[in-house]
């Protein structure tokens, strides 16, 4: 059974930071890059950040580059996300999942938006509040 926990959101004021954890079972972790999403009140999921946990190679949507940093510990099963200068907009629900790209080549699109959950299944999430 695949299962996906996530912790460490909280209320933090405009600036401050957080350091989101994901630990996975039920599935080879290194078999897939692992991505985190934000779903912000009212809006749909969104891709933030993903991370081939083999090569390493990392990506981040534009509104987080330079802010937030994901990373994976494969003896862990445990992907995390930090979070700094965080801003009343990184407000929503955080959720990791194994992810696989609807597309091979990113030339022409970015890859958050083909980016998807490679197993359709969720864990709780967490939440974090960002106030200003």
């Known amino acids: 059974e695949v299962q996906l926990v996530e912790s460490g959101g909280g209320l933090v004021q405009a600036g401050a930071s957080l350091r989101l954890s994901c630990t996975v079972s039920g599935f080879t972790f290194d078999d897939y890059t692992m991505g985190w999403f934000r779903q912000a009140p009212g809006k749909e999921r969104e891709g933030v950040s993903y991370i081939m946990t083999n090569a390493g190679n990392t990506g981040y949507t534009d509104s987080v580059k330079g802010r937030f940093t994901i990373s994976s510990d494969d003896a862990k099963n445990t992907v995390y996300l930090q979070m700094d200068s965080l801003k009343p907009e990184d407000t929503g629900v955080y959720y990791c999942?194994?992810?696989?790209?609807?597309?091979?080549?990113?030339?022409?699109?970015?890859?958050?938006?083909?980016?998807?959950?490679?197993?359709?299944?969720w864990g709780q999430g967490t939440l974090v509040i960002v106030s200003s």
């Open positions: 999942a194994p992810v696989i790209f609807l597309q091979s080549s990113f030339a022409s699109t970015h890859p958050m938006d083909v980016m998807k959950n490679a197993l359709n299944v």
